[in-house]
């Protein structure tokens, strides 16, 4: 779980960085607001906390990361991509950890 949780970091770190590059930092762009809202949400509730934080929205992400991928090659954003290909693939392992610990709560 610390493994996610410092990746996760990286990712955010990556992020910063490369909005930085073009003058853009973070809280600029208006956003959705899933990600805190069901943080808030599932406060007091460690099953759904890992349901929908490490299963589903997690896996949203890598859906979405194909049309994103798209996206940047069509700004020929190479930075952008690298980036995202390293985060999409540390994703995949996220969901399996959340997966993991999902089924053991429950059992």
Do not use: T
Request: charged residues 30%.
């Amino acid at each position: 779980m610390l493994e996610v949780s410092s990746q996760e970091s990286d990712h955010f770190q990556l992020l910063l960085q490369r909005l930085g590059k073009d003058g853009v930092n973070y809280g600029d762009i208006p956003v959705h607001s899933a990600l805190v809202d069901n943080v808030k949400r599932s406060m007091d509730h460690l099953d759904k906390r890992i349901a929908v934080i490490s299963i589903i929205q997690e896996g949203k992400g890598v859906d979405a990361g194909e049309r994103l991928m798209i996206k940047l090659q069509s700004f020929q954003d190479k930075q952008g991509g690298i980036i995202l290909k390293k985060i999409l693939d540390e994703e995949v392992d996220h969901i399996r950890v959340g997966y993991k610990w999902f089924k053991k709560i429950c059992e």
